[in-house]
Every structure is written in structure tokens, then in C-alpha cells.
């Protein structure tokens, strides 16, 4: 495999045991997720707790359950984590800072902290990993997300976490130095159907791939569609649903179809999340299947 793949982390991993504290705030997964709620609906509660135990496992593989703090008030989650040995400190239900806040508190003073978005089902323990070396090389740093202006990662002692829209440049401003690790993996954080697919090509973790295959029938929907737009260049365009509406597609679902190229006119069968496209092929050949 290409050490280039994006499923895989770009080097190895050095083995060398981390001294960071991993800190991971959970939203009560009754109420997480709430963008998704229109592409997922009544299962948004379950991906909501499946992605969160995803990103769970893969941080406790990368430090040990000694070395992760769970800040989440949900009971599930809290009691199942806590059977495994890592520290859960209740939500203070004052946002997403101030419940990384706890975690660090709950950590001790002047310790190694990295606050880790909880929300990334694609997350591996290799990938965390070699994001935690390098930010072992700097006193304060900080992983942005993929679209470069959010944070899925902040490291350092006693800082003040930022998160939020907009949280890199913050971050950044208070003198943290911003890490561009090529680790798809662990810089894509699910918070809308776009995201979701994103995470999906990287390929899911266990329980959030679980609830897609058993649950995600109702909520991502295949049809057909004809081409209605289409820039060879950025690779994005839209399709026109038979009834007439317009959805679009980013470049993200053209590239993974294994197309080369679109008509104008050309019929295809799509798959959608909340009115965008998420998945492109040939009609008559599904997911998985080579185009012949």
C-alpha cells in the first residue's frame, strides 16, 4: 500500500509510551449531533454514541485508559468507560470549553493535556498517535481540522482551549503552534451529512460502521438522477432529481466513484444524505463494484 493512502497514517508509528493525558468532552448523545437530526433522524441518539465510542477506542488504545479523561454527563457512555478504567468527570453543561476545562482539572496542574474533539468516528489509534509525537515536539500546538479553520486537537499545559467555529486561528494567536500532519483519520470530525461521507471513505470504526449498516437504510436514500452540472476541473457539480429538484455533489463524492469524467445529461444512480450527494456510480453498478 501507498504510503500515501489516506486510510493509513504516512509513516510508522515509534512506539515511544506518550506522557500526554487525553481529554475527551462527549455531549449527552441524547442531544449530540443535532445537525445531523434531518439526514438521520430518530437514530441521531445511537451515531451519536457510536461515534463517540469509536473515538473513545481509538484514544485508549493510543494512552492507556490510565491516561484518558472522559468529560460527558451521558450515563451510558460514563458508566461503560469507567468499567474500563478511565477517569469520567461529569459535564458541567457550560459548553464544549468549559467541559475540556474539567477534564484538565480532573488531569492535575501543570500536566501534559490533549483535548480531543470527540467526534470522529474514523479516528485510529496510530493515527492519534503520531499526532501526539509531534506535538510532544513544542510546548503548546495544535492539529487543525480538515477544512484547516477548526481544531480537532489542542495539546499543551494549562491552556486555555478555544474551540469552536473559527477555533484555529485562536489557537494559533495564542501562540500554539498549528501541526498540518497529513492524517485524514484524525482530522475529520462528523458534525453534518458532508462530513459523515468524508468519514466514510476513510473507512469507520466499528460502531459507528455498525449503525450504518443496520440502521442507515431510512436515512440514505438511492435513486437515479441525470447530470446537471459538472466542472472537470473542481470536480464538483449537481444532478437533477426526476421530479425536478437540483442536488449538488462535492468534489469528494466525484473522486471516490471512480469516474473519470461526467456529461451533461449522463443518468446516474446516486446515493443522498440530506438533500447532498454523497455517492456517485454508474447505473447499474453499485457500490463496490468495478466499473466496466
Same mark, same amino acid.
Given at each position: 500500500?501507498?504510503?500515501?493512502?489516506?486510510?493509513?497514517?504516512?509513516?510508522?508509528?515509534?512506539?515511544?509510551?506518550?506522557?500526554?493525558?487525553?481529554?475527551?468532552?462527549?455531549?449527552?448523545?441524547?442531544?449530540?449531533?443535532?445537525?445531523?437530526?434531518?439526514?438521520?433522524?430518530?437514530?441521531?441518539?445511537?451515531?451519536?454514541?457510536?461515534?463517540?465510542?469509536?473515538?473513545?477506542?481509538?484514544?485508549?488504545?493510543? #494512552?492507556?485508559?490510565? /491516561?484518558?479523561?472522559?468529560?460527558?454527563?451521558?450515563? !451510558? =457512555?460514563?458508566? &461503560?468507560? @469507567? $468499567?474500563?478504567?478511565?477517569?469520567?468527570?461529569?459535564?458541567?453543561?457550560?459548553?464544549?470549553?468549559?467541559?475540556?476545562?474539567?477534564?484538565?482539572?480532573?488531569?492535575?496542574?501543570?500536566?501534559?493535556?490533549?483535548?480531543?474533539?470527540?467526534?470522529?468516528?474514523?479516528?485510529?489509534?496510530?493515527?492519534?498517535?503520531?499526532?501526539?509525537?509531534?506535538?510532544?515536539?513544542?510546548?503548546?500546538?495544535?492539529?487543525?481540522?480538515?477544512?484547516?479553520?477548526?481544531?480537532?486537537?489542542?495539546?499543551?499545559?494549562?491552556?486555555?482551549?478555544?474551540?469552536?467555529?473559527?477555533?484555529?486561528?485562536?489557537?494559533?494567536?495564542?501562540?500554539?503552534?498549528?501541526?498540518?500532519?497529513?492524517?485524514?483519520?484524525?482530522?475529520?470530525? #462528523?458534525?453534518?451529512? /458532508?462530513?459523515?461521507?468524508?468519514?466514510?471513505?476513510? !473507512? =469507520?470504526?466499528? &460502531?459507528? @460502521? $455498525?449503525?450504518?449498516?443496520?440502521?442507515?437504510?431510512?436515512?440514505?436514500?438511492?435513486?437515479?438522477?441525470?447530470?446537471?452540472?459538472?466542472?472537470?476541473?473542481?470536480?464538483?457539480?449537481?444532478?437533477?432529481?426526476?421530479?425536478?429538484?437540483?442536488?449538488?455533489?462535492?468534489?469528494?463524492?466525484?473522486?471516490?466513484?471512480?469516474?473519470?469524467?461526467?456529461?451533461?445529461?449522463?443518468?446516474?444512480?446516486?446515493?443522498?444524505?440530506?438533500?447532498?450527494?454523497?455517492?456517485?456510480?454508474?447505473?447499474?453498478?453499485?457500490?463496490?463494484?468495478?466499473?466496466?
Amino acid at each position: 500500500m501507498s504510503t500515501s493512502s489516506p486510510t493509513s497514517p504516512p509513516y510508522p508509528p515509534t512506539g515511544r509510551p506518550t506522557r500526554w493525558h487525553v481529554v475527551v468532552p462527549v455531549k449527552d448523545t441524547s442531544h449530540g449531533k443535532s445537525r445531523l437530526a434531518r439526514a438521520v433522524g430518530s437514530d441521531r441518539p445511537d451515531l451519536s454514541a457510536a461515534i463517540a465510542t469509536d473515538t473513545l477506542s481509538a484514544a485508549v488504545q493510543a #494512552v492507556a485508559p490510565g /491516561r484518558l479523561v472522559l468529560v460527558s454527563s451521558d450515563e !451510558g =457512555l460514563s458508566t &461503560a468507560w @469507567r $468499567a474500563r478504567g478511565v477517569h469520567v468527570v461529569p459535564d458541567p453543561g457550560t459548553g464544549l470549553n468549559d467541559a475540556i476545562c474539567a477534564g484538565m482539572r480532573a488531569a492535575g496542574p501543570g500536566v501534559p493535556v490533549a483535548a480531543l474533539l470527540g467526534d470522529l468516528p474514523a479516528l485510529d489509534r496510530d493515527s492519534l498517535r503520531l499526532a501526539l509525537e509531534a506535538a510532544g515536539q513544542h510546548p503548546e500546538s495544535f492539529v487543525p481540522d480538515a477544512d484547516g479553520t477548526g481544531t480537532v486537537l489542542r495539546c499543551g499545559r494549562d491552556f486555555t482551549p478555544r474551540f469552536g467555529a473559527g477555533s484555529a486561528s485562536r489557537h494559533e494567536a495564542d501562540g500554539a503552534v498549528r501541526l498540518e500532519l497529513p492524517l485524514p483519520r484524525l482530522r475529520t470530525d #462528523v458534525d453534518d451529512a /458532508r462530513s459523515l461521507s468524508d468519514a466514510r471513505r476513510l !473507512g =469507520l470504526g466499528p &460502531a459507528t @460502521r $455498525a449503525v450504518l449498516q443496520h440502521r442507515a437504510s431510512g436515512w440514505i436514500r438511492s435513486m437515479q438522477a441525470t447530470v446537471h452540472r459538472f466542472d472537470p476541473e473542481t470536480h464538483t457539480g449537481s444532478v437533477l432529481r426526476d421530479d425536478g429538484v437540483e442536488l449538488a455533489f462535492e468534489a469528494s463524492a466525484f473522486e471516490s466513484s471512480g469516474l473519470r469524467l461526467l456529461r451533461l445529461g449522463q443518468r446516474l444512480t446516486v446515493e443522498v444524505v440530506d438533500d447532498l450527494v454523497v455517492a456517485l456510480h454508474i447505473v447499474g453498478v453499485g457500490p463496490g463494484q468495478a466499473i466496466r
